[in-house]
T-cell receptor
Framework: AQKVTQAQTEISVVEKEDVTLDCVYETRDTTYYLFWYKQPPSGELVFLIRRNSFDEQNEISGRYSWNFQKSTSSFNFTITASQVVDSAVYFCALSEAYTGTASKLTFGTGTRLQVTL | DTAVSQTPKYLVTQMGNDKSIKCEQNLGHDTMYWYKQDSKKFLKIMFSYNNKELIINETVPNRFSPKSPDKAHLNLHINSLELGDSAVYFC?????????????FGEGSRLTVL
């Protein structure tokens, strides 16, 4: 069965600090996709990144970067020079490979990030 | 223009009532979903439709019935509401990329059952 673990329930940092959100996943599939979503206080879910299981290259997008390591089944998310606007709940998710036409995401329990001045 | 829109955003009702949540997407996507987020923020898929056809039906009570009149709309009807149905319900859509597609979520509909 698919499983996504985000062991950090809540993290508090001071603005401009770097912060890493951990994500560990379990799957028997050799082909799968990993995602990160952001849920700000306003409540909507915002897509951040998708990574397929064959692409272990790290990705950087502005202050955001992602470290995918198949050997440790981890897909960690780092925010550099955090800002108050980064305060949100962040979800890691895993997509199950099957023959259907829908994306069946298994979400982690989320990490609440609080960035203060 | 909002890509995935849900109405109502807030819904407060009594136990035993029947209620509906509507969802519309203007992204031209083929697949739509309903996810439930409980009080602990846990997100779980409920249903998915592709071009009006039900393709994912997780273990959800029969009191929940999705309906998709066309591929741009997916509504959720809930009969005989119970306290445990209180949650935020998210509608989402994705391109026809099958299981690899990224989901675009609506803003959520917070249902409170008293």
């Amino acid at each position: 069965a698919q499983k996504v673990t985000q062991a950090q329930t809540e993290i508090s940092v001071v603005e401009k600090e770097d912060v890493t959100l951990d994500c560990v996943y379990e799957t028997r599939d050799t082909t799968y996709y990993l995602f990160w979503y952001k849920q700000p206080p306003s409540g909507e879910l915002v897509f951040l990144i998708r990574r397929n299981s064959f692409d272990e290259q790290n990705e950087i997008s502005g202050r955001y970067s992602w470290n995918f390591q198949k050997s440790t089944s981890s897909f960690n998310f780092t925010i550099t020079a955090s800002q108050v606007v980064d305060s949100a709940v962040y979800f890691c998710a895993l997509s199950e490979a099957y023959t259907g036409t829908a994306s069946k995401l298994t979400f982690g329990t989320g990490t609440r990030l609080q960035v203060t001045l | 223009d909002t890509a995935v829109s849900q109405t109502p955003k807030y819904l407060v009702t009594q136990m035993g009532n029947d209620k509906s949540i509507k969802c519309e997407q203007n992204l031209g996507h083929d697949t739509m979903y309903w996810y439930k987020q409980d009080s602990k923020k846990f997100l779980k898929i409920m249903f998915s439709y592709n071009n009006k056809e039900l393709i994912i039906n997780e273990t959800v009570p029969n009191r929940f019935s999705p309906k998709s009149p066309d591929k741009a709309h997916l509504n959720l009807h809930i009969n005989s509401l119970e306290l445990g149905d209180s949650a935020v319900y998210f509608c989402a859509s994705s391109l026809g990329q099958g299981w690899a597609g990224e989901l675009f979520f609506g803003e959520g509909s917070r249902l409170t059952v008293l």
